[in-house]
Each structure stands twice: as C-alpha cells, then as structure tokens.
C-alpha cells in the first residue's frame, strides 16, 4: 500500500518547441523510461546537483583546522562585531545560515 510520500499529488505542466520534445522522447526512449518518468528522474538530479551546490561548504585541510580553531576560540566580541549582531538582529533575517553540510577535502 502506497504511503502518503509516495502518492503523486503535483502536477506541473510546461510547453515547448517541436523539436525540444522530439528530444525527450528519444532520450526517455533510450533510457526506457516513459517520457514523464524521464523527465521528473533528470530534473530531479540536476535539482539535487544544484541544492548541493549552494549548501555545502567544502574546505581544504588547512580552512577546516583554521574553522575548527574559530569555534572552539572564538574572537572576543569588539566593536565592529557588537554592531554586525545588531544589524543581523535588526534585518530579520534567521540566525541560521542554511548550511548543511561541511565536507572536509583531502
């Protein structure tokens, strides 16, 4: 029995040329995919390529001990800082940046 996750609820409807489609359909074919399952399958993973793309962070060795050393000793608060926080305060905008993952490069 299908959960609630996997029940299709969304629909979503584009145009395009003649020649664009004729192109997804011989891709889909190629892929033995209909030319729907096609489709969602490649936008979802350029979906998840690009979403990874502007939420990972990745260091170098060298950043990530440089990072570690800054959480675990942080700069006292001076002036210049003190007011940063309350122009953050101020903007509205969450605390949390977004980012979710750190990957360390070796």
Excluded: C
Aim: no cysteine; aromatic share 6%.
């Amino acid at each position: 029995m299908p959960t609630t996750e996997t029940i299709k609820q969304e629909r979503m409807h584009i145009r395009l040329d003649t020649l664009s489609k004729q192109k997804l359909e011989k891709a889909a074919s190629y892929s033995h995919k209909k030319l729907s399952e096609f489709v969602l399958s490649q936008s979802l993973s350029a979906a998840e390529t690009i979403i990874s793309e502007h939420e990972r962070l990745t260091l170098s060795s060298d950043d990530w001990i440089l990072f570690l050393d800054a959480l675990e000793n942080p700069p006292s608060k001076n002036a210049k800082l003190k007011e940063a926080l309350a122009l953050h305060k101020k903007s509205g905008h969450p605390s949390f940046l977004g980012l979710h993952f750190l990957q360390l490069r070796i």
